[in-house]
């Protein structure tokens, strides 16, 4: 069986992505009211009880600020970094904690890197999960990377990243410098120039489907994050590209697949 990602909406009023293998089933990030939750995966007939894990990237609202409420209610186990579950106050009974550069092995069938990344205020990190040796990465809210974050995700066989704000529309847009300038900076988030940068260090043959992340409302637009990136990766990347935004659970992609090998016809030497 292949590793699914379906994101459950991304975007500032909230995260969760949805990992599952044959042998777990994660979240990544949880950013939405417990109603909001139960409500996604019940589109997708789960129920927050069917959850291993949910894994923080960091503690901004938008990413972890439901995960609390998703241990007092169904008693589901958090994963993150000391940091984030500190400012988050999560319930250490049923918390693991997790350094940078960790492999937690969830499943049989399922590890889990966290890579950290620069995001103002945070100890953010990205998560790269492993499936029998089909990777994908999830990174969002970061203003600029790291060659370790390269080094991980380069080849993975989907990466899921944010492409923030088209950069023109930032300036001269309605924020005040001062929120204009976080947003920019080495701890923001990532423009779709630089997701696009980004991109075409990482992507290799072997990555086959992107999907675009935590778009800004007020500062993007769909088809602005599309052509940015697809200008900066054109010649190195043929597969499938798509946009996630607020209201999912969106399409599922499949990571790991089996490719259907076609039977050769007439094999039989009898037929010759
Ligand atoms: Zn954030
Ligand atoms: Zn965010």
Redesign the pocket.
């Known amino acids: 069986m292949a590793m699914t990602l379906t994101h459950l909406g991304t975007g500032s009023r909230g995260n969760a992505t949805l990992l599952e293998t044959e042998h777990a089933k994660i979240l990544i990030d949880q950013g939405f009211s417990g109603a909001q939750l139960e409500k996604r995966l019940g589109r997708l007939n789960l129920h927050p009880t069917d959850i291993d894990y949910v894994f923080i990237?960091?503690h901004?609202g938008?990413?972890g600020g439901g995960a609390a409420v998703t241990q007092k209610r169904w008693n589901v186990k958090i994963q993150a970094n000391h940091r984030t579950a500190e400012e988050l106050g999560l319930i250490p009974e049923l918390t693991h904690y997790f350094d940078s550069l960790d492999v937690i092995n969830v499943s049989q069938d399922l590890s889990v890197l966290a890579v950290p990344v620069p995001?103002?205020g945070?100890d953010?990190v990205a998560f790269v999960a492993s499936h029998n040796g089909h990777r994908a990465a999830v990174i969002?809210?970061l203003g600029s990377w790291t060659d370790e974050l390269v080094t991980h995700v380069r080849g993975c066989e989907h990466i899921a990243i944010e492409a923030n704000y088209d950069h023109n529309r930032l300036m001269n847009g309605p924020y005040p410098y001062s929120l204009k300038d976080r947003i920019s900076g080495r701890g923001g988030?990532l423009s779709n120039e630089q997701t696009g940068q980004f991109l075409a260090q990482v992507c290799t043959p072997a990555t086959k489907s992107i999907s675009l992340t935590h778009l800004s409302v007020k500062n993007n637009q769909p088809h602005l994050a599309e052509s940015t990136v697809l200008y900066h990766i054109d010649e190195i990347f043929s597969g499938d590209i798509s946009i996630s935004l607020q209201d999912g659970p969106e399409r599922s992609h499949f990571i790991g697949e089996k490719v259907e090998v076609e039977s050769p016809e007439n094999e039989s030497p009898l037929n010759q």
């Open positions: 990237s960091h901004h938008d990413h995001h103002s945070a953010n969002t809210d988030h």
